[in-house]
């Protein structure tokens, strides 16, 4: 089972780029890497998941180094509402149903004015 | 995209009742959901993983008798809290996998025991 280890929390302010590094030192070869975002009292939201290089979409970009223990979630220009905790997880398909099951704590962005 | 729908988003119980929260896949077919318990300011801890037509998997220190797992169809699955007590309460998060989108979360249940 591959843990995670992220910073508990990063502040931030508006228009700056954040980047959460996640570490995952025994991640297996059919491992992806996905990270959601958590705001209080809502489900986790899905916003990217990649397995090697990087991968960008409407809201973020990831970036994997090629040895694909760590990971770094990159969100552009940051805004009051991207405040909330930050989940990387790592599974074993891309339907997650593996063993992607295990939450760490987390990272908690606190963006401000 | 993928949707998970939660039900209901919050409830309030007395101690001893027992509460149903459903969970659906809205657009997809799901052939696994997973159930979390999530308290004030921590993580997401499973506490079991429910397969369409067969018993569900119960996470270590998870009563399967107080937290009963139903998943009778391939876009529904229900979690009943039986006989809850104060210490139950908690929100309750539910989340839908198939074979070709990442896991997705319904918005969860805030359950409070009285």
């Known amino acids: 089972l591959a843990k995670t280890t992220q910073p508990i929390s990063m502040d931030s302010y508006e228009g700056q780029e954040v980047n959460i590094t996640c570490s995952h030192n025994?991640?297996?070869?059919?491992?992806?890497i996905t990270w959601y975002q958590q705001f209080p009292s809502q489900g986790p939201r899905f916003i990217i998941q990649g397995y090697k290089t990087k991968v960008t979409n409407e809201v973020a970009s990831l970036f994997i180094p090629a040895d694909r223990k760590s990971s770094t979630l990159s969100l552009p220009r940051v805004s009051l509402s991207d405040t909330a905790v930050y989940y990387c997880l790592v599974g074993d398909s891309y339907n997650n149903a593996g063993n992607m099951l295990t939450f760490g704590g987390g990272t908690r962005l606190m963006v401000k004015p | 995209g993928a949707v998970v729908s939660q039900h209901p988003s919050w409830v309030i119980c007395k101690s001893g009742t027992s509460v149903k929260i459903e969970c659906r896949s809205l657009d997809f077919q799901a052939t696994t959901m997973f159930w979390y318990r999530q308290f004030p300011k921590q993580s997401l801890m499973l506490m079991a993983t429910?397969?369409?037509?067969?018993?569900?998997?119960?996470e270590q220190g998870v009563e399967k008798d107080k937290f009963l797992i139903n998943h009778a169809s391939l876009t529904l699955s229900t979690l009943t809290v039986t006989s809850a007590h104060p210490e139950d309460s908690s929100f309750y998060i539910c989340?839908?996998?198939?074979?070709?989108?990442?896991?997705?979360f319904g918005n969860g249940t805030r359950l409070t025991v009285t």
């Open positions: 989340s839908a996998s198939n074979r070709n989108s990442p896991l997705h």
């Open positions: 429910s397969n369409e037509g067969s018993k569900a998997t119960y």
């Open positions: 025994n991640i297996a070869t059919n491992d992806y």
